[in-house]
């Protein structure tokens, strides 16, 4: 079992930065894969970042490559998501996400169904 908590989310102008992280319990935090979805008021929710698969490589969304970075601290069973240029529409709940399934080759990490465990939540709020 992993819990997840995320924290870091506020308010912040457009053109800003902020650092979300997610604290994991579990001992075998490096073997999972991490991510970042999030949910817009009245939208879907959406793929953000995702990193820890087999091959070792990140993944992005169109929508925030170039301006946020997924990374993560195994010594202390923490992942991070770095936002930069920070946009009105990345306003939204942002949710760390946890995969049992890191080794497996055919399937997809951009979809919620990917992942056994999520966080509560933390919402940014970009103001134009």
């Known amino acids: 079992q992993v819990q997840l908590v995320e924290s870091g989310g506020g308010l912040v102008q457009a053109g800003g930065s902020l650092r979300l992280s997610c604290a994991a319990s579990g001992r075998t935090f490096s073997s999972y894969a991490m991510g970042w979805f999030r949910q817009a008021p009245g939208k879907e929710r959406e793929f953000v970042a995702t990193?820890?698969?087999?091959?070792?490589?990140?993944n992005y969304a169109d929508s925030v490559k170039g301006r946020f970075t997924i990374s993560r601290d195994n010594a202390k069973n923490t992942v991070y998501l770095q936002m930069n240029s920070l946009k009105p529409e990345d306003t939204a709940v942002y949710y760390c996400?946890?995969?049992?399934?890191?080794?497996?080759?055919?399937?997809?990490?951009?979809?919620?169904?990917?992942?056994?465990?999520w966080g509560q939540g933390t919402q940014v709020t970009v103001s134009s």
């Open positions: 996400v946890a995969s049992s399934k890191a080794s497996r080759t055919y399937i997809s990490r951009r979809v919620s169904t990917s992942y056994d465990y």
């Open positions: 990193s820890g698969w087999i091959g070792g490589s990140t």
